[in-house]
């Protein structure tokens, strides 16, 4: 299998402006490199349907076979990241959606109201997991087995099963 090669995207009004400092983005990029995946490129973007769908299709475009981002997941009213993913997304895979809140309702009764979730835009998997570090990572660990598969599936790779 080729090396995989990660996109991190925050997703963060406060971040994107300077008024809060990333420590979603650098937990992610920290766990993808412990996974020994190659992260090629980085970004913070805010809260914002167009300006997401943007960062997404150019971390593919520049080859990033894995996408991961952080924050957007919840419930209030500026969290728009699954939206977003949704218009652009060639097809969800519940699945990592599913064990991501499956497994975090173990951690905290909060996770119910997880929107995280797996789908495939353009040539990449893209993963959106919670805003919090810890539940990004978390969250990023139920799922990580599944990633090459997946990305291989992305990509048009021919697979074994």
């Known amino acids: 299998m080729n090396q995989i090669t ?4 925050t997703i963060s009004d406060r971040a994107s402006e300077g008024l809060y400092d990333d420590l979603g983005g650098p937990a992610v990029k920290k766990a ?3 996974y020994g995946w190659q992260v090629l490129a980085e970004a913070i973007v805010p809260d914002d349907r167009t300006r997401i769908q943007d960062a997404i299709r150019s971390l593919s475009a520049q080859g990033c076979g894995l996408i991961l981002t952080t924050g957007g997941t919840g419930a209030a009213p500026r969290d728009l990241t699954p939206e ?9 895979l519940p699945g990592f959606g599913e064990v991501m809140r499956s497994e975090s309702m173990k951690l905290t009764p909060n996770a119910i109201l997880s929107r995280c979730l797996g789908a495939i835009v353009d ?5 959106a997991l919670p805003g919090k570090p810890q539940g990004a990572v978390d969250c990023l660990g139920f799922v990580a087995g599944a990633v090459p ?8 790779i021919p697979t074994s099963c």
């Open 6 to 9: 990660v996109g991190v995207i």
């Open 32 to 34: 993808a490199i412990e």
């Open 84 to 92: 977003a993913i949704r218009a652009i997304m060639r097809v969800e």
């Open 123 to 127: 040539q990449s998997l893209v993963i």
């Open 149 to 156: 598969h997946a990305v291989r599936i992305a990509q048009g």
